[in-house]
């Protein structure tokens, strides 16, 4: 199934084609991008991120997130890393646990990102 891109702003035409007079997306506002979507191709990343969106408090520590997706807590360590480098948790380390929140913003730019 083919999708069909649709681009919004003034274009040229070129004789054979539309070419858009502004990159919707720079370098390295695609290099962020995509880096947020590999760090959410994972599906043990996403439910992770599932479980700390559904907490009552609006955090998770790591302790409460090994049991329920099934994987060690330096699984669940290297993976709540790699969400935190791409911005979509932000980390707050209570003791020898770290404590990760959602961060609300990161994910607003994501759906921004999808209704390119």
């Not at 990159?23 to 439910?47: H, I, N, Q, W």
């Not at 599932?50 to 994987?71: F, K």
């Not at 932000?90 to 921004?112: L, M, P």
């Amino acid at each position: 199934m083919a999708a069909t891109a649709q681009r919004s702003g003034p274009a040229t035409d070129t004789g054979c084609c539309v070419t858009p007079v502004a990159t919707p997306l720079s370098p390295s506002d695609a290099e962020a991008t995509a880096r947020v979507f590999k760090a959410l191709g994972d599906p043990a990343r996403l439910r992770l991120i599932a479980l700390i969106a559904a907490s009552e408090t609006g955090e998770a520590c790591t302790c409460d997130l090994t049991d329920p997706v099934g994987l060690s807590q330096g699984t669940v360590s290297h993976h709540m890393k790699i969400l935190a480098e791409a911005g979509l948790v932000t980390r707050e380390q209570r003791g020898k646990w770290a404590h990760y929140a959602i961060n609300r913003t990161a994910f607003a730019s994501v759906a921004a990102a999808l209704s390119l």
